[in-house]
Every structure is written in C-alpha cells, then in structure tokens.
C-alpha cells in the first residue's frame, strides 16, 4: 500500500487474511450497532501504534500512515522471521 491507505481498506486487507481466524464473537456488533468487534479490535491497536510512533499521529482523518519509526520496527521484525 506504499506506507499508507485509507482505514477502509486496512480493515479489508486484515479481513481477507485473518478471516479464518475470526469467530462468531469477532463478527458480532458492538454497542454503536454498525462496527464489528474485530474492527474494533484493529482500530484500538492502531491508536496503540500511534501512541507507540509506529503510526503518525496527524495523518489526514481516516488514513493510516506508518512512520520512518514504523518501517524500521518491519524492517527488524521481518528480520527475524
């Protein structure tokens, strides 16, 4: 995605390659009545990687956009894979 996309489509790439992990509970509705939990989920852990650097802070609303501090931590963890 070239370092950034639009929450939309971060959610869409994550539900096709984690799907099969998902349970019933993961595709239940939370109390907005529109936003699945696991949405919910990914959208708490990317106000985590904000607040850790890994993802800026003052992107456009609704973008999500890593960080030079973000590409490094990929660069180290594929690593070691």
Not at 26 to 53: A, C, H, L, S
């Amino acid at each position: 995605m070239g370092g950034k996309g639009t929450k939309k489509h971060v959610h869409k790439i994550i539900e096709e390659k984690t799907k099969n992990r998902f349970n019933d509970l993961d595709f239940g509705i939370v109390k907005d009545n529109r936003t699945k939990r696991w949405e919910k989920n990914v959208d708490w852990q990317r106000y985590k990687m904000v607040i850790e650097g890994l993802l800026c802070s003052n992107s456009p609303h609704g973008i999500w956009e890593i960080t030079e501090q973000g590409k490094e931590y990929l660069r180290k963890f594929s690593h070691n894979q």
